[in-house]
């Protein structure tokens, strides 16, 4: 039999009794005043969260406010202002645009008068050109034409002399080239007088024939299209 040594015997007795049931809870009066502050914290125990009415209150932080009477009134007036600075807006642009397209239109009528007009300018100047050229070239017709007549010869037959039958052919071909670029004699005989393609040379009375008749044609004129190259030069009727 082992027997207690006295450190062990002093330990137990200063400890005192040691209570039965208590196990390994801590003894004293600790113990029992941690379980009395749990029973009676509640919800203010240390570490829980405050309610969110305390939370709120104590942020300052308060539930939104309803905005002010004037400004509800104020946000309708705001939007018609917005309307009407776009309607003003968008009509401004119509306006431009109307006046753009107008511009557009008349500048593209201008171009085709333009066109039109230099096309005209262009074709006259050929004419004019063309009408200077035969006011030269007419003489030449002319001298060829009093030679044939001075040899006794018909403008349209023929010649077994070779000078002769080349003076026709030069004759033939360069009335026929004068033809084919529009150019027409103009020959009046028995017509009435116009003052626009002839030119009256000298008058004498006939019989049978009205005032103002042509009765001899002189030079024969010649024309292209509308346009005199040299007038008729002719005698009339009184």
């Not at 401004?92 to 500048?107: F, I, N, P, S």
């Not at 593209?108 to 005209?120: G, L």
């Given at each position: 039999?082992?027997?207690?040594?006295?450190?062990?015997?002093?330990?137990?007795?200063?400890?005192?009794?040691?209570?039965?049931?208590?196990?390994?809870?801590?003894?004293?009066?600790?113990?029992?005043?941690?379980?009395?502050?749990?029973?009676?914290?509640?919800?203010?125990?240390?570490?829980?969260?405050?309610?969110?009415?305390?939370?709120?209150?104590?942020?300052?932080?308060?539930?939104?406010?309803?905005?002010?009477?004037?400004?509800?009134?104020?946000?309708?007036?705001?939007?018609?202002?917005?309307?009407?600075?776009?309607?003003?807006?968008?009509?401004?642009?119509?306006?431009?645009?109307?006046?753009?397209?107008?511009?557009?239109?008349?500048?593209?009528?201008?171009?085709?008068?333009?066109?039109?007009?230099?096309?005209?300018?262009?074709?006259?100047?050929?004419?004019?050109?063309?009408?200077?050229?035969?006011?030269?070239?007419?003489?030449?017709?002319?001298?060829?034409?009093?030679?044939?007549?001075?040899?006794?010869?018909?403008?349209?037959?023929?010649?077994?002399?070779?000078?002769?039958?080349?003076?026709?052919?030069?004759?033939?071909?360069?009335?026929?080239?004068?033809?084919?670029?529009?150019?027409?004699?103009?020959?009046?005989?028995?017509?009435?007088?116009?003052?626009?393609?002839?030119?009256a040379l000298s008058t004498q009375p006939a019989d049978g024939a009205e005032p103002?008749?042509?009765?001899?044609?002189?030079?024969?004129?010649?024309?292209?299209?509308?346009?005199?190259?040299?007038?008729?030069?002719?005698?009339?009727?009184?």
């Amino acid at each position: 039999m082992t027997l207690p040594q006295d450190g062990d015997s002093t330990e137990r007795s200063a400890a005192g009794p040691v209570d039965e049931g208590q196990g390994d809870r801590p003894a004293g009066p600790v113990a029992a005043g941690r379980g009395t502050d749990e029973s009676t914290a509640g919800p203010d125990a240390v570490g829980d969260p405050p309610p969110p009415a305390v939370a709120k209150a104590s942020s300052g932080v308060g539930p939104p406010t309803a905005p002010p009477a004037e400004d509800a009134a104020a946000q309708p007036e705001a939007g018609e202002s917005v309307e009407k600075d776009l309607d003003a807006l968008l009509s401004d642009v119509q306006r431009e645009r109307d006046e753009y397209l107008d511009l557009a239109k008349r500048t593209k009528a201008d171009f085709e008068n333009f066109r039109k007009r230099m096309a005209a300018e262009v074709q006259a100047a050929a004419a004019r050109g063309k009408g200077e050229l035969l006011r030269d070239v007419v003489p030449v017709l002319d001298d060829l034409e009093r030679a044939i007549q001075a040899a006794g010869l018909d403008p349209e037959g023929d010649s077994e002399d070779g000078l002769s039958h080349g003076v026709l052919l030069v004759y033939r071909s360069l009335r026929d080239t004068l033809a084919r670029n529009g150019v027409e004699p103009v020959d009046p005989v028995g017509e009435k007088f116009d003052p626009q393609w002839h030119e009256a040379l000298s008058t004498q009375p006939a019989d049978g024939a009205e005032p103002g008749t042509v009765l001899e044609v002189v030079q024969k004129g010649y024309r292209l299209d509308d346009q005199l190259i040299r007038p008729a030069r002719v005698v009339v009727s009184e």
